[in-house]
């Protein structure tokens, strides 16, 4: 990863570093900090550690329902916002495989449970193929 810094006026900021790194893809990721004695290696990483933080934000957004809240009582969002965290524990938890996302276990899990121990019906035959299973194969005549 390449970085530049430079230090710049931001008329509601003041002087500020805006920080230019150049990331594995070949694209431009810009920082500002108002940290102007940081060390540009130090301001990289704190950036690099920040992802791992971003990405758990994102799925308990998308997988676990963290925005789904919609009570205005703060005890219910409190223990909504538990509540979610538990579930991202317990997904996480219920992995087969590291590489499997949390948003996979999710379906796989709902899957379990909307079939209830019964084996998947057979794709339609008006389903597209990409969508068919390869352990089910369909013989088209004509």
């Known amino acids: 990863m390449r970085a530049r810094a430079l230090t710049v006026y931001a ?9 230019v790194l150049r990331n594995e893809h070949g694209n431009c990721e810009y920082l500002l900090t108002n940290d102007r004695a940081a060390d540009l290696t130090q301001l ?5 550690s920040r992802w791992r933080i ?18 205005r009582v703060d005890q219910a969002l409190v223990r909504h916002v538990a509540l ?12 087969r ?9 999710k379906t796989r899990c ?14 339609l035959r008006a ?3 990409e969508f068919r299973r390869a352990r089910t194969p369909l013989k088209l005549t004509a």
């Open 11 to 19: 008329p509601s900021l003041g002087q500020v570093r805006l920080v």
């Open 44 to 48: 990289v990483e704190r950036k690099r």
């Open 54 to 71: 971003e990405t758990v934000f994102r799925e308990t957004k998308q997988v676990a329902g963290l925005a789904a809240c919609r009570s």
């Open 84 to 95: 979610v965290f538990l579930a991202f524990v317990v997904l996480q938890q219920l992995r």
């Open 97 to 105: 495989d590291p590489q499997e996302t949390v948003g996979a276990v």
């Open 110 to 123: 709902q899957d379990e449970v909307l079939r209830d121990g019964h084996a998947p019906p057979p794709p």
């Open 127 to 129: 389903t597209p193929l």
